[in-house]
């Protein structure tokens, strides 16, 4: 297996362009089951999810190129599951089942099953989804669902759910009647999928607010679209200057969708500049200990959780760190603690008490954004740090090793 290997204590300079969204680019890929023939995505990031969902399209029956632009054409679907082979490797591929049990009727997808963040179960879609009509029966690990015509439904999430949103609101655009979402997920990924479905003939409203109203169209066609900047990928390296001392700009985001992060990376000392598409992180003062509270959208996004702790590790207090939306989010702390980070967790709180320096040792990833944590604490590390285990990097970064190579990073894949 392969490692990064990052020689630290390097303050980067430079420019990072930030590719297409992860957990925009997946639903949009699900989204093409729900019309035939072909759909066309541009800046879809080149990751291991992304050819997981394609894997999955193409056992379908999708025909799916990734060259500059994505195409699927689903006009020849003929398979309506998603086998445990390729979900257990990706939860996203639950994102199918909406999509096939509103076009097709019938759909089989295997539970997800648990993942290294939590139990991350799928009650709230297959609830929403028996609200609109659809039977559903779970055997051998299995979700077996089908419908004769999906009908409209008034459902309220008992918590916010991104992927639940997304699954139901697709499922939605092909019911008989009008569908509201209640309590629904506002991040921009979710307003990105609504974006798609309208410009393939669904009616939708609310998108991005807490109450999404969809009404049901006969059936819609395809479109093409273009996949919103990864703002995780940008707020990580937005921490990685402020956690080098460097300076760094980041061309091709959205800064509005950061908002959260650059309050509290401000408060800690990285200054923050917005310019158009491009914004920069720098810092030349101490780094100021900070708490936080993850939060769905527009709050402080969980999936910058751990990127944040490594830069509270150095920082010039004490830092609360609490993680509201999973409940075992924290299997970077251990790891941090071989680089020398002082951290104690308290239930669903990590307390972290900022040292002077951290120290480069070898320690592996156990989830995707926890090996990012990783490196941007081994990029601040004196000394060398290697970490194992990156395949979990490799499923949301894209080249990752390049990017902060080229603003001056010493860091280099060693294959294992
Ligand atoms: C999405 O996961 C993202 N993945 C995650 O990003 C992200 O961390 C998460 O949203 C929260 O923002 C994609 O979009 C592909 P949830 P999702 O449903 O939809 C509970 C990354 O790093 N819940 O919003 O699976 C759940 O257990 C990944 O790119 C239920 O109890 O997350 C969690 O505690 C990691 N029942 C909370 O809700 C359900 O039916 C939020 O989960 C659904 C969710």
Redesign the pocket.
């Known amino acids: 297996m392969d490692r990064l290997v990052i020689e630290g204590g390097i303050a980067l300079h430079g420019e990072i362009p930030v590719s297409g969204a ?2 925009a680019a ?1 639903p949009l890929m699900a989204a093409a089951l729900l019309a035939a023939g072909s759909h066309t995505l541009h800046n879809v990031p080149r990751l291991r999810d992304i050819r997981t969902m394609q894997a999955l399209l193409g056992h379908m029956g999708a025909v799916c190129d990734h060259g500059d632009a994505m195409t699927i054409d689903t006009g020849n679907i003929h398979t309506l599951e998603a086998p445990y082979e390729l979900v257990k490797t990706m ?2 591929s639950v994102l199918v089942l909406g999509p096939l049990v509103a076009r097709y009727g019938k759909a089989r997808v295997s539970l997800p099953g648990g993942c290294a ?9 297959l609830k929403g989804l028996e609200q609109m009509g659809v039977d559903i029966t779970l055997e051998h690990g299995y979700v077996s669902a089908s419908a004769r015509r999906l009908r409209g439904a008034a459902i309220t999430f008992d ?6 949103t997304e699954n139901l609101m697709m499922a939605a655009t092909l019911a008989d009647g009008v569908t509201v979402l209640r309590n629904a ?1 506002r ?1 921009p ?1 979710v307003v990105a999928v609504a974006e798609y479905l309208v410009q393939m003939g669904a009616r939708i409203e609310g998108a991005g607010t807490a109450e999404i109203t969809i009404e049901g169209r006969p059936a819609l066609t395809p479109g093409s679209i273009r996949v919103i900047p990864d703002r ?1 990928e940008a707020g990580t390296y937005l921490v990685a200057a402020g956690i080098t001392g460097g300076r760094l700009t980041l061309t091709h985001c959205i800064p509005d969708h950061l908002e959260a992060l650059a309050q509290k990376l401000s408060a800690a000392g990285v200054r923050i500049e917005v310019d158009g598409s491009g914004i920069t992180a720098s810092r030349s003062e101490p780094i100021h200990s900070q708490d936080v509270k993850t939060w ?1 959208y527009p709050g402080f ?3 910058m959780q751990a990127q944040f702790m490594a830069l509270m590790t150095l920082g010039d207090g004490v830092s609360i760190i609490s993680e509201q ?3 075992n989010r924290f299997m970077h702390v251990l790891e941090l603690k071989r680089l020398g980070a002082d951290i104690e967790l308290d239930g669903r709180s990590a307390v972290v008490r900022g040292i002077r320096e951290l120290s480069g040792a070898p320690v592996m990833a156990t989830d ?2 926890a090996s990012a944590s990783l490196v941007l604490a081994g990029l601040a590390a004196r000394g060398k740090t290697e970490i194992s285990r990156i395949y979990h990097l490799d499923r ?1 970064y894209e080249t990752i090793e390049r990017k902060l190579a080229a603003v001056g990073a010493r860091i280099w894949r060693e294959k294992g």
């Open positions: 992860k957990n997946l939860r996203a963040i939590g139990a991350r179960p799928i009650n709230l879609h918590q916010v759910t991104v992927t639940g997920a991040e990924e995780i769905p996004p969980t999936d939306i999973f409940e995707l954004r949301g």
